[in-house]
């Protein structure tokens, strides 16, 4: 048996006038935002998140 923290990632579009209700319910569901970069198109911001990874 590892020690070792294993996580997920997800990455999803954010919606301007939404940011903070698509985040919270994110962040409700155990996931921690790590950074947020510009979109594809330079829009839509793109959020990464990650989480511990259930065994």
Known sequence: MSD???W???TIPLLIHATKQILDQWGDDGWELVTVIPGPDGNAPV???KRPKSE
Request: charged share 35%.
């Open 4 to 6: 070792k923290q294993k």
């Open 8 to 10: 997920e990632y997800a």
């Open 47 to 49: 959020a990464y998140l």
